[in-house]
């Protein structure tokens, strides 16, 4: 009985990650799935309190209490500029922005505690498994991109660019498929960097497909996310020699930056008025406007202040531009830090730029392994690159990647010797 429970469990997570991850194609087909990760969230954060009310608040590490507080802060300067500008008054819309803005955090620590409260939970088992799911789809997905190239798939491709059709495959975005790449290559770090998991020549080939598919997207984000995942795969085959290994770092860290400046500039910066720039010029705006604390949850940017047509949007004139319309507001959540700066101000972006300089420090101080180590790299590099142009972490991949980056933290890797007793047995 105690070795099905065993098998179980790691089923059960290996089940949950993949849900999170595939949760938009999911929800297509059946809408109510796109509460799963809110659930997950919930559920979660209701066992950490539980954990921690019993354990004691005066137990509560200092980098913790350290997240919380500044989280805090955050709150009440988002509820006093709802509370002094009045431009958002329902309760439950605030209420359910505040949440969205939190949840990352929220299930972090939730899924942490959960992970490392159960007995039994084999992240070797849950990789190798999760290897062979990623290889399969990667090579379905590899040879659409290629047929897809050369003949041309209308509903696969999202659009052109330089003269060459960009993949989405079966999502309804090409930033999806270069999402669900940047997670295969995650648990792909793990595999090649776990000592306790055979890495071998196949897993190699799954990496170099994956890398491909992300680079066959098109998206600037994607072609930088693969560049750095292909850097950590190389670092282990140059560290012979440590000045070439140095050269090779900094190099892929000089392109990174400069295809990053070019993104910034063409996404904030145009030519020609575009959604984000717009997005940004606006929230400008408003933090100097309502300096220094800003207009409030569910006021700019964010998926509440679209549904419920954010007041300001008019003040800003965003209902007369093509995807900002009340009837057409498509781009109205493709940015991030003038969600920050529009709704908390200058004072909420100091203190949120403090929040994310610990939480990415702290979880740093946890990867005590290189497969821990480079994984959670690649999660916080996808983070900092895609909140230059869409909602990152208010975006449902957030809980995803959270959820995985919980998981690396909180389990242990069995060695080897264990795993294959585990299997026999099982």
């Not at 792909?188 to 491909?212: F, G, H, T």
Request: charged share 15%; proline share 2%; hydrophobic share 50%.
């Amino acid at each position: 009985m105690r070795k099905l429970k065993n098998i179980n469990i790691n089923i059960i997570i290996l089940v949950i990650i993949n849900c999170l991850i595939f949760q938009s194609v999911v929800q297509t087909m059946f809408p109510p799935f796109k509460y799963f990760d809110e659930i997950v969230t919930l559920l979660s954060f209701l066992y950490y309190l539980k954990v921690t009310f019993k354990r004691g608040i005066k137990n509560i590490p200092k980098v913790e209490l350290a997240i919380w507080s500044l989280s805090l802060i955050m709150i009440v300067l988002g509820l006093m500029g709802n509370y002094l500008f009045q431009y958002q008054k329902n309760l439950l819309v605030i209420g359910g922005d505040l949440f969205l803005f939190f949840k990352y955090i929220l299930v972090f620590f939730g899924m942490k505690t959960v992970l490392s409260n159960v007995k039994n939970i084999d992240i070797n088992y849950i990789t190798k498994h999760q290897v062979n799911i990623i290889g399969k789809l990667t090579i379905v997905t590899l040879i659409f991109m290629v047929i897809n190239l050369l003949f041309g798939i209308d509903f696969m491709t999202y659009d052109v660019r330089f003269g060459i059709r960009s993949y989405q495959f079966l999502y309804m975005h090409a930033g999806r498929l270069n999402t669900i790449c940047t997670m295969f290559s995650i648990f792909l770090l793990i595999a090649k960097y776990n000592k306790n998991i055979e890495y071998d020549k196949k897993m190699n080939n799954i990496m170099l497909m994956n890398l491909i598919v992300q680079i066959s997207t098109l998206r600037s984000r994607g072609i930088v996310i693969a560049l750095m995942t292909f850097i950590m795969c190389s670092l282990d085959q140059i560290k012979v020699n440590k000045e070439k290994a140095k050269k090779f770092v900094v190099i892929g860290i000089i392109i990174g930056v400069i295809v990053s400046a070019v993104q910034i500039k063409t996404y904030f910066f145009p030519e020609k008025r575009t959604p984000r720039s717009d997005l940004l010029n606006g929230s400008l705006v408003l933090m100097t406007e309502h300096f220094p604390i800003g207009t409030g949850f569910a006021t700019y940017g964010t998926d509440a202040a679209r549904k419920n047509y954010s007041i300001l949007y008019y003040k800003l004139g965003f209902n007369k531009n093509y995807g900002m319309k009340p009837t057409d507001y498509q781009f109205l959540t493709d940015c991030f830090w003038p969600v920050i700066i529009g709704q908390f101000g200058i004072l909420g972006l100091a203190v949120y730029i403090i929040l994310l300089y610990i939480i990415i420090t702290s979880i740093m101080e946890m990867c005590n392994l290189k497969y821990k180590k480079y994984a959670s790299i690649l999660i916080i590099i996808n983070f900092l690159i895609n909140s230059v142009a869409s909602s990152s972490f208010l975006n449902y991949s957030a809980i995803a990647y959270m959820t995985i980056l919980a998981l690396i933290l909180s389990t242990k890797s069995k060695k080897r010797k264990e795993i294959k007793n585990y299997e026999i047995k099982n």
